[in-house]
């Protein structure tokens, strides 16, 4: 098994910053990659961006967020990082840390609120 907890999330205007973290703890040597993915209210949870762990660190971004969202991992700290630029009031949402042993992992969530 896998624990993941996320950090970093908060209310933040449109055009701002902010970067979330995502620790894992556990069987961590079991994971191929990691990722984000996001729910704003009333909509199904959609992929951000995930990034590989065990070769190449190859990442893949979902296109509403490429160019402005860039994930990246500190495998050091077993960590990774979603950073988040130009942020736009269609980008709020509950936003989740997803970690794939061939079976999905999940953390519980970090809101992020962008205001127009």
């Known amino acids: 098994q896998v624990q993941l907890v996320e950090s970093g999330g908060g209310l933040v205007q449109a055009g701002g910053s902010l970067r979330l973290a995502c620790a894992a703890s556990?069987?961590?040597?079991?994971?191929?990659?990691m990722g984000w993915y996001r729910q704003a209210p009333g909509k199904q949870r959609e992929l951000v961006a995930t990034?590989?762990?065990?070769?190449?660190?190859?990442?893949n971004y979902a296109d509403s967020v490429k160019g402005r969202f860039t994930i990246s991992r500190d495998n050091a700290k077993n960590t990774v990082y979603l950073q988040m630029n130009s942020l736009k009031p269609e980008d709020t949402g509950v936003y989740y840390c997803?970690?794939?042993?061939?079976?999905?992992?999940w953390g519980r969530g970090t809101q992020v609120t962008v205001s127009s």
């Open positions: 990034i590989t762990i065990t070769s190449g660190g190859s990442t």
């Open positions: 997803y970690a794939n042993l061939g079976t999905a992992y």
């Open positions: 556990g069987n961590i040597f079991s994971i191929n990659a």
